[in-house]
T-cell receptor
Framework: GNSVTQMEGPVTLSEEAFLTINCTYT??????LFWYVQYPGEGLQLLLK?????DKGSNKGFEATYRKETTSFHLEKGSVQVSDSAVYFC?????????????FGKGTKLSVIP | NAGVTQTPKFQVLKTGQSMTLQCAQD?????MYWYRQDPGMGLRLIYY???????DKGEVPNGYNVSRLNKREFSLRLESAAPSQTSVYFC???????????FGPGTRLTVT
């Protein structure tokens, strides 16, 4: 079956530090990969996505590259801000029989301090 | 354009009571989903509806029922609430042929 493993949190960084959140996956077929972000008290929002190997998704200074050889999709940002404090979820989706289900990792809580 | 809306935002139930969580989307999406979010567990799919008129079980369907009332609305019913169903519930929707899901703000349910 499909599964997503992401690094345990919480992660605490100072403003302007470099961020990496590791994500690896197990899937049958050719999954699409996603990072979602959940700000306090809100629902999940799509942050970025990649639909095939070697694609790079990017948004709001965040980026992640779909690495098929290492089955990874690590999230990076060069300089974090206090406003980036949130929970980040890695997810994958495969199609089959009309099903478009997402499989999520457990989430990584990021706190950025001034 | 409100996106995905959920009601209520908060609910407290006693064990054995029933309730229905409502979800509606105004994006003309075909597929809708119900998830629960528990600490350290990420999001787990309860039920989904790939298109109007169809519903299917997800990873954790026991204790829940769903109704796809029309293309816009997808409700989740707890017939006899249990403390193990204390959680935050999220509804989501997506266009049938893409994987990008749009989430509502969530319902925080406590069962005592």
């Amino acid at each position: 079956g499909n599964s997503v493993t992401q690094m345990e949190g919480p992660v605490t960084l100072s403003e302007e530090a470099f961020l990496t959140i590791n994500c690896t996956y197990t899937a049958t077929g050719y999954p699409s990969l996603f990072w979602y972000v959940q700000y306090p008290g809100e629902g999940l929002q799509l942050l970025l996505k990649a639909t095939k190997a070697d694609d790079k998704g990017s948004n709001k200074g965040f980026e992640a590259t779909y690495r098929k050889e290492t089955t990874s999709f690590h999230l990076e940002k060069g300089s974090v801000q206090v406003s980036d404090s949130a929970v980040y979820f890695c997810a994958l989706s495969t199609s089959g029989a009309g099903s478009y289900q997402l499989t999520f990792g457990k989430g990584t809580k990021l706190s950025v301090i001034p | 354009n409100a996106g995905v809306t959920q009601t209520p935002k908060f609910q407290v139930l006693k064990t054995g009571q029933s309730m229905t969580l409502q979800c509606a989307q105004d994006m003309n999406h075909n597929s809708m989903y119900w998830y629960r979010q528990d600490p350290g567990m990420g999001l787990r799919l309860i039920y989904y509806s790939a298109s109007e008129g169809t519903t299917d079980k997800g990873e954790v369907p026991n204790g829940y029922n769903v109704s796809r009332l029309n293309k816009r609305e997808f409700s989740l019913r707890l017939e006899s609430a249990a403390p193990s169903q204390t959680s935050v519930y999220f509804c989501a929707s997506s266009v049938l042929d893409t994987y990008e899901q749009y989430f509502g703000p969530g319902t925080r349910l406590t069962v005592t």
